[in-house]
């Protein structure tokens, strides 16, 4: 089992240390307590506390959720400073977090399971506000539809960051390909799909270069 100090406790929840002792006065956190006195708090416990919704003070309640395209991002650790800027953004404006999701796939992919809990979390009235990083992290196309769903249940969206990372572009790159390959392949088949998709990354090969150029130029002037 393991075990978490209280500082370390509030920050997984995203509250004040503060509110753990609060909690404790109110029967609904019990700590483990060291032979010294101290307070120490079950990892399992809390996320079982976060996952219940059981843990508020009267502030208002969000969900966060991350999401990055590949396992190779993730891996990198990318997803999880993700999830903690968003945390940390939450602690700093006083909310309480009910649940955090996060999926490893592409902004279009519909079927992405963390969405589907933020939208059935939403439908329930379990919280007021979703918070993101950027928009694309909730859908690479049809976010507005999206954001008037969540508008419709009460929940207002939170992008807390404006711009978008550098490896943005890479990956609107790789989405635009997947929708290039869907229609490409119904449209001509496996092989003329083929080259469709072939035209298409040298297309963006093009533009990339001649971006490239265009910058490389504006600096030497």
Not at 49 to 71: C, I, M, N, P
Not at 85 to 101: D, H, K, P, V
Request: glycine letters at 8%; proline letters at 2%.
């Amino acid at each position: 089992m393991e075990l978490l100090t209280i500082s370390k406790a509030a920050k997984k929840l995203g509250v004040h240390p503060n509110s753990l002792r609060n909690w404790e006065k109110r029967g609904l956190i019990k700590p483990v307590r060291l032979p010294g006195g101290q307070r120490r708090y079950s990892l399992d416990e809390l996320n079982r506390l976060l996952q219940s919704g059981q843990l508020t003070d009267g502030r208002e309640t969000v969900v966060l959720y991350a999401r990055v395209s590949t396992k190779k991002q993730a891996d990198a650790g990318n997803l999880d400073r993700q999830m903690e800027r968003l945390r940390q953004y939450a602690r700093e404006n006083g909310f309480t977090i009910r649940a955090e999701f996060t999926d490893i796939a592409s902004g279009q992919n519909q079927k992405r399971r963390g969405l589907a809990n933020v939208l059935k979390l939403a439908e329930q009235g379990e919280y007021k506000k979703l918070i993101i990083e950027y928009s694309d992290r909730l859908a690479r196309f049809g976010y507005e539809y999206i954001e008037r769903h969540l508008r419709y249940c009460g929940v207002e969206i939170i992008a807390i960051a404006e711009k978008e990372p550098e490896d943005a572009h890479t990956e609107l790159v790789r989405d635009l390909l997947a929708i290039v390959t869907t229609f490409s392949t119904r449209l001509y088949g496996a092989r003329g799909g083929k080259k469709v998709r072939q035209g298409f990354r040298e297309l963006i090969a093009g533009v990339e270069r001649d971006e490239k150029t265009g910058k490389e130029q504006k600096e030497t002037h």
